[in-house]
Structure formats: C-alpha cells, structure tokens
T-cell receptor, first 107, second 113 residues
Framework: TQLLEQSPQFLSIQEGENLTVYCNSSSVFSSLQWYRQEPGEGPVLLVTVVTGGEVKKLKRLTFQFGDARKDSSLHITAAQPGDTGLYLCAGEGKLIFGQGTTLQVKP | DSGVTQTPKHLITATGQRVTLRCSPRSGDLSVYWYQQSLDQGLQFLIQYYNGEERAKGNILERFSAQQFPDLHSELNLSSLELGDSALYFC????????????FGSGTQLSVL
C-alpha cells in the first residue's frame, strides 16, 4: 500500500518566518499534488509536480519533487497569516492523501 | 466557490440510522470522488465514479454505498451508522483524465450521536 507521510504535523510560526513542510513515501509516484485547506472548506489545489527534480514556484511558495519521485517539499518564504491552513500532499491520481501539516502563522 | 455543491452542510443523526449525502459536480465534470476526513484518519478516499460508472474504490465500508446518476450528480449512502462514522465527507469533481485537477465541495459534517 502506498502511503504518504507529512512532517511536521503541526507548525506555529510568526509572520515573516520561512518554513518547509515535507511529504515522503517509500513508493515512487508518477505525480504529486499539494492542496491547502482552510477551516470549513474543501482542499484547493496549489500545484502538481510530475518530473523528478522539478521545482515550481507560486509567489512565495516553492514546491520541489524529489529526484526519485518518492518525496516532495513545500517551502514558504516570509509566511503571512493568510498562509494559515492545512497543507496536504496527494499522489497517484488523488486517491492517496497525506495526513497533512497544520500551519498557523501569527501576526 | 469551487462550483461543487454538497448538501446538507451539517447532519446530526443517531446510531443505527441511514443518511444520504448529495453532491452536484461542476458543470462539465464527469468524474466524482468521495472522501472522508477525520482527525485521526486524515483524508481517506472512498470511491470514484466516472460518467455513471464506478471507476475506483478505496477503503469504503460495506455499510456505505454510492452512485452517480445520469445528470452526473452523486449520492453517498451511509447506513447502520456508528459513532465512528462521524466525520467530514467531501465530494470532489474533475473533468476526468491524467493529472486532472480536483475541485472539492465544502463538505458535509456528519455527527452520529
């Protein structure tokens, strides 16, 4: 069974700090997606990565897919309170989701 | 607004009961996914339909069933409810195909008392 493990599970930081969250697996994935979920809402897709070593940027968010396509990271530069939410990685056609990283950015 | 509509938003019921959750996908989307989200299990895939046909099945209990109708809306039926079935149930839709983007509804919060 393919599993996605995310770390850390919870992160509380001050506005302006940088952070990285990780999504790891022992299995190879053909693609990985990152979603952000806010309270009371469903997850919203941020990015899809498909090529080993691929790096994608979305404003202050940088996503990287591992060379072996077994892991991915999300780096946020100068975090803002609006970044607060649950960050989820998903693999294999969105059928498998990680447990998520809950990010709290304090003003 | 994702364009995916789920009803009801909240549902409170008792153990042993049966409930039906409804999902209307985005206009033009043929694929519907159902997920269960709880604090201890995270977001778990239940089942996927594509244009009325079951496409993939996850860890869906035998007490749960789903269908997608000709107008593409979908229903998730949960029966013989147990306390542990209390969770957020999400529906998502997509056009269908490789690397498709999922659009999630706002979910149905089910509380089994």
């Amino acid at each position: 069974t393919q599993l996605l493990e995310q770390s850390p599970q919870f992160l509380s930081i001050q506005e302006g700090e940088n952070l990285t969250v990780y999504c790891n697996s022992s299995s190879v994935f053909s693609s990985l997606q990152w979603y952000r979920q806010e309270p009371g809402e469903g997850p919203v897709l941020l990015v899809t990565v498909v090529t080993g070593g691929e790096v994608k940027k979305l404003k202050r968010l940088t996503f990287q897919f591992g060379d072996a396509r077994k892991d991915s990271s999300l780096h946020i530069t100068a975090a803002q309170p609006g970044d607060t939410g649950l960050y989820l990685c998903a693999g294999e056609g969105k059928l498998i989701f990680g447990q998520g990283t809950t990010l709290q950015v304090k003003p | 607004d994702s364009g995916v509509t789920q009803t009801p938003k909240h549902l409170i019921t008792a153990t042993g009961q049966r409930v039906t959750l409804r999902c209307s996908p985005r206009s033009g989307d043929l694929s519907v996914y159902w997920y269960q989200q709880s604090l201890d299990q995270g977001l778990q895939f239940l089942i996927q339909y594509y244009n009325g046909e079951e496409r993939a099945k996850g860890n869906i209990l035998e007490r749960f069933s789903a269908q997608q109708f000709p107008d593409l809306h979908s229903e998730l039926n949960l029966s013989s409810l147990e306390l542990g079935d209390s969770a957020l149930y999400f529906c998502a839709s997509s056009v269908g195909g490789a690397l498709e983007k999922l659009f999630f509804g706002s979910g149905t919060q089910l509380s089994v008392l």
